[in-house]
T-cell receptor
Framework: DQQVKQNSPSLSVQEGRISILNCDYT??????FLWYKKYPAEGPTFLIS?????DKNEDGRFTVFLNKSAKHLSLHIVPSQPGDSAVYFC???????????FGPGTRLSVLP | NAGVTQTPKFRVLKTGQSMTLLCAQD?????MYWYRQDPGMGLRLIHY???????AKGEVPDGYNVSRLKKQNFLLGLESAAPSQTSVYFC????????????FGPGTRLLVL
């Protein structure tokens, strides 16, 4: 049973609009979360993180929101750009550990 | 500064053959990891290392062995390849405690016939 779920395999958004990628988790011990972006034929690259003591973290166009009671986090990209087209992975760790559980990813397509 | 590199990029094996995947990092990271990625699934941790000379099992360790003889290198071995091991393999490294961001290599695509 997947502990980290990304229920939308794909998402298409118009350039300039907001992209919202969702992630749900089942393990209440998870206390640190990461988002990675992956282009074809490349390894994932770190995008943004959030710890369970916060409910929001912002970095430029990227904002991650954490709702601990719902065991849900989301990544907002505003404004979306064609270069944001990639697969986005959500990952979570427990006890601030080093080992992460990854979701299956969401493929984002930003249309010009 | 190359970051994390993986060798080879692509390999085709026959069932029962063996091979070793090499991961190298030049960031002086303590932690190194091997993941596999399969369609429709997230990256799954195979083995990891918290320092030179140490290894530990991850989520899906069966059929794989690893070694970390030097801090900068982490080797993943398949002693007897099976079609179920067809996958894309990613290596990653990170700092020790407090440094949670993992830096990934470009991946090795392995096809077992």
């Amino acid at each position: 049973d997947q502990q980290v779920k990304q229920n939308s395999p794909s998402l298409s958004v118009q350039e300039g609009r907001i992209s919202i990628l969702n992630c749900d988790y089942t393990n209440s011990m998870f206390d640190y979360f990461l988002w990675y972006k992956k282009y074809p034929a490349e390894g994932p690259t770190f995008l943004i993180s959030i710890s369970s003591i916060k409910d929001k973290n912002e970095d430029g166009r990227f904002t991650v929101f954490l709702n601990k009671s719902a065991k849900h986090l989301s990544l907002h990209i505003v404004p979306s750009q064609p270069g944001d087209s990639a697969v986005y992975f959500c990952a979570a760790s427990a006890n601030y550990g080093q080992n992460f559980v990854f979701g299956p990813g969401t493929r984002l397509s930003v249309l010009p | 500064n190359a970051g994390v590199t993986q060798t080879p990029k692509f390999r085709v094996l026959k069932t029962g053959q063996s091979m070793t995947l090499l991961c190298a990092q030049d960031m002086n990271h303590e932690y190194m990891y091997w993941y596999r990625q399969d369609p429709g699934m997230g990256l799954r941790l195979i083995h990891y290392s918290v320092g030179e000379g140490t290894t530990a099992k991850g989520e899906v360790p069966d059929g794989y062995n690893v070694s970390r003889l030097k801090k900068q290198n982490f080797l993943l071995g398949l002693e007897s390849a099976a079609p179920s091991q067809t996958s894309v393999y990613f290596c990653a490294s990170s700092y020790g405690l407090g440094g949670k961001t993992q830096y990934f290599g470009p991946g090795t695509r392995l096809l077992v016939l």
